[in-house]
């Protein structure tokens, strides 16, 4: 079944400790991109990557990291999660798309909460 | 820059009856594609329907319809038919096909009340 997977789809950490969600596709897309969202605020890109070993920030990459060595997996890391990094995180993927005609395939979501 | 507006934080509407969410895009791109999502309380996103730059008609699914007017640079959802399951938060999209890296920009969303 084509899915992107994220996981975990629920987690509580503490301020300060290292976390990375993960978020795989099986779909061979180039496009990968990371989101929050807040209330009211609707999504916010994170970071996007259009393929492997490159990557690009979106409208609030602060506090976050990614990588994208291989091209099924865009895993978003925090490397000191504060509590303002409470949200509820997604993960999408597109195949590159020259003409914008497909849409983008998202996880299930990851809730996370920085206490 | 890319950019989704969305003005309608929140709307009701009487169950059986039809309702327009409303976003309008920003663009310079010739070529881009406007997508529909929803999203229910239980948190998934889920596609409703794509709008294409180029298309000559107004995009149909079902019970969904997208009110292209490109000159205005607006992309509504219209829903017929109100069911009690439509309640959730709907999102308006645009991806570029040729700049921005083909990325995809989200609008604030639109939270969808159905009254019974």
């Known amino acids: 079944e084509a899915q992107v997977t994220q996981n975990p789809r629920y987690l509580i950490t503490v301020t300060g400790k290292k976390l990375t969600v993960t978020c795989s596709q099986n779909?061979?897309?180039?496009?990968m991109s990371w989101y929050r969202q807040d209330p009211g605020l609707g999504l916010r890109q994170i970071y996007y990557?259009?393929?492997?070993?490159?990557?690009d920030k979106g409208d609030v990459p602060e506090g976050y990291k990614v990588s994208r060595k291989e091209k099924r997996n865009f895993p978003l890391i925090l490397e000191s999660p504060s509590p303002n990094q409470t949200s509820l995180y997604f993960c999408?993927?597109?195949?590159?798309?020259?003409?914008?005609?497909?849409?983008?395939?998202f996880g299930q979501g990851t809730r996370l909460t920085v206490v | 820059a890319q950019k989704i507006t969305q003005t309608q934080p929140g709307m009701f509407v009487q169950e059986k009856e039809a309702v327009t969410l409303d976003c309008t895009y920003d663009?310079?791109?010739?070529?881009?594609?406007l997508f529909w999502y929803k999203q229910p309380s239980s948190g998934e996103m889920i596609f409703l329907i794509y709008?294409?730059?180029?298309?000559?008609q107004n995009a149909t699914e079902g019970r969904y319809s997208l009110n292209f007017q490109k000159a205005r640079k607006s992309a509504n959802l219209v829903i017929s038919a109100s069911q009690l399951g439509d309640s959730a938060m709907y999102f308006c999209?645009?991806?570029?096909?040729?700049?921005?890296?083909?990325?995809?920009?989200f609008g604030p969303g639109t939270r969808l009340s159905v009254l019974p």
């Open positions: 779909m061979n897309h180039e496009y």
């Open positions: 999408a993927s597109s195949p590159r798309d020259s003409l914008a005609r497909t849409e983008a395939f």
């Open positions: 999209a645009m991806r570029e096909g040729r700049g921005y890296g083909q990325n995809f920009v």
């Open positions: 709008q294409g730059s180029y298309d000559q």
């Open positions: 990557s259009m393929n492997v070993e490159v990557t």
């Open positions: 663009t310079s791109d010739p070529s881009y594609g």
